[in-house]
């Protein structure tokens, strides 16, 4: 993101000129598309671009200009650093470290009750105006005394060295009350 760039609002694909609907809750919209099971690949893309685009494209076009726009405008870049040995040799990145501490999904309620404590913002409200852009910046831009960077430290923490047992006990409870996978009970 560069702030003397415009919100993209259309983009040249192929030497054609495409209007697109890049509001936050029309690329959940596409997230949603995207975690459906039911659907085929090509039949994620077509949907997702008439999601975005308002217009239908079919087989590999579909695809292709799918792609391009997921790598392009949608795709959520991992913040996680590439760390060098003193030969400057990268260092081999643990799973753990990249590992997703937020949800768009799950932490709905969340993200939305620190929008409004952070920004005095109501994403509800923003819906069909705030840019996909503008809401990832404004998400990873969150102060620490929201509910979702609480929620994100307690997913995040791990038990160290001087800390009570009744103290990891509770932190233990919260990660397994926070946590993002899936439990069967």
């Not at 949603?32 to 494209?57: M, N, P, Y």
């Not at 260092?91 to 009750?113: M, Q, T």
């Not at 509800?124 to 705030?130: A, D, H, S, T």
Request: glycine fraction near 4%; charged fraction near 30%; aromatic fraction near 12%.
């Amino acid at each position: 993101m560069r702030l003397n760039d415009p919100l993209v609002t259309c983009f040249s694909y192929q030497g054609k000129e495409y209007p697109i609907d890049l509001a936050f809750d029309n690329v959940l919209d596409v997230f949603d598309v995207l975690g459906d099971k039911t659907l085929r690949e090509h039949e994620k893309a077509e949907i997702c671009l008439v999601l975005l685009l308002s217009e239908s494209f079919k087989d590999e076009e579909a695809i292709n200009l799918w792609n391009y726009i997921y790598e392009e405008f949608i795709k959520i870049e991992s913040k996680q650093p590439i760390e060098y040995d003193l030969k400057g040799n990268p260092l081999p990145v643990h799973e753990e470290e990249n590992k997703s501490f937020i949800s768009l999904d799950k932490d709905a309620e969340y993200i939305f009750a620190s929008f409004k404590q952070a920004y005095n913002m109501n994403l509800y409200e923003q819906q069909g105006k705030l840019h996909w852009h503008e809401f990832q910046v404004l998400l990873n831009g969150l102060p620490s005394d929201t509910i979702m960077q609480r929620i994100i430290q307690i997913r995040m923490w791990e038990p160290s060295k001087g800390e009570s047992s009744e103290y990891k006990q509770s932190m233990r409870k919260l990660q397994r009350i926070y946590s993002l996978e899936e439990h069967s009970d």
